[in-house]
């Protein structure tokens, strides 16, 4: 990943490839032409104090996430300065939106891949701000090269390498507070890339077992518990659910349990992820156009697996555990039928009308098991229905919960991390379609309504008295269009930072 520096050095004298600055539109006083951000005073006053026009007449207007090149002006030792938009300017005082500068700093880490060093000139007013923009060049800077032959793989995308370092300009190397939120942002960052990883590889190379096995690897390294239940176990346990999923592909399905412990903690937080590595939609196959990105089904167990890996990296005083429910769903003779009956963990009996209604299935299991340690909330994660997305779009998430308190304390979560997300209602007339003649629910309902039907579902499979939330990450989880601020094409790791600030609030005791 881009190595990361606090700096209080000049801009001037900066030995780099470029300098990154800040650029918003204009005010309502000062329509049209952009406005030069703080951070770049230095940069302002090399130009004579003209910048601002200089960009206007290149095209620049300061609009989110534009970036325009131009050459550095002269006693500069950097060759290039590169002004990113910013957007609309902050009110007041204010400063700039933490989102703003994470976004600003993706775009301009994207723009400046194949450079070794560059200096970022951005507004800086307190170590939150450090920390955006941190976080912003670590996520815009991911490059997934895995499959590239060798020498692809070495330049990265579009046959340049990742930008290597970045020197965080206004900045406070000796202060605490700013070394503090460059290492938090660090550990967030490496693992939700971790995530994205996972997201990216090919089914044929991450199946269930595999994917435990990264678990595995990463739990051992960060002192973190593990134990992975396999199909023996799984059988014996009595997981119907999971099982039922993993009936028809001849990679079994696993549960893996993650436990983060700290002995400072006074909360317990449990998050379940939906880890389908890869979903045809089993007998009732997905129509054609629908396959080609099924291997981003385990995006909910990614996100979880990386939230707990943060949360032990940053040493938070809160246990997190996470359960990651994973399961292959293909067609065969030995898969799940529509009409079949589903014994789950929890001894509630399932009619299978639909096996493309599979993630509602290993997350009820897992919700089950999650349940029996009696945490004080349990969230789910998953890209669990289409129906979200035609609900909420491709960039936001929705948020489902038995308790309205802490939905909104999710929501506020999201909102901090800088996630979009939106509170879904879990309308209690839906709950009637699921009603089988022959189990005790099935794992359909009314069409319209899908997104919460599901909600509905999970929520059968939460122990009595456990508050619960279930995030649908169908939209944002997988970018198919082109990169944006720091959301990369692929996988983008959505709720990674959700659920990791949601375990600081917990840590803070602002759970509820």
Known sequence: MTALT????????????????????????KPGGPVVAPGAEAVVQAYDGNLAGVLETLGASGAEGEVTKLPAPAGFKAPL??????????????????????????????????????AFALPLTDPADAGAVAEGVLLGAYSFDAYKDQGDAKNGKNGKAPLAEAALLGGKPRDKAYKAAVERAVAVSEELNRARDLINTPPNDLNPEAFAAVAQTAAKEHGIKVQVLDEKALVKGGYGGILGVGAGSASGPRLVKLSYTSSKAKKHIALVGKGITYDSGGISLKPAGHNETMKCDMSGAAAVFAAVVAAARLGLEVNVTGWLALAENMPSGSATRPGDVLRMYSGKTVEVLN???????????????????????????????????LALGSRTFGIMANDDDFRAVVREAAEEAGEPA????????????????????ANMGERMGGGLVAGLFLREFVGEGITWAHLDIAGPAFNEG??????????????VRTLVRLAERAAAGELS
């Not at 030995?15 to 005010?27: E, L, N, T, W």
């Not at 009820?364 to 999650?370: I, S, V």
């Not at 082109?482 to 692929?490: A, D, E, N, V």
């Open 482 to 495: 082109g990169p944006f601020g720091y959301t990369p094409k692929g996988g983008t790791g959505s709720a």
């Open 355 to 389: 096996t493309d209604a599979e993630g509602r299935l290993v997350l009820a299991d897992a919700l089950w098991a999650a349940s029996q340690e009696k945490p004080d909330a349990i969230v789910d994660v998953a890209t669990l229905t289409g129906a979200m997305v």
């Open 81 to 118: 300065v590169l002004a990113v938009g910013l957007g609309a300017q902050p009110q007041k005082d204010s400063g700039y939106d933490a989102e703003a500068l994470r976004r600003a700093a993706g775009a301009a880490a994207r723009a400046l891949s194949g450079t070794k060093k560059a």
């Open 422 to 441: 939106w509170p879904m209602p879990l309308p209690e007339h839906l709950r009637k379609g699921m009603e089988s003649s022959t189990a005790d629910i």
């Open 6 to 29: 606090l700096s209080t050095a000049a801009v001037a004298g900066l030995r780099a490839d470029a300098i990154v600055i800040g650029v918003a539109k204009g005010s309502a006083s």
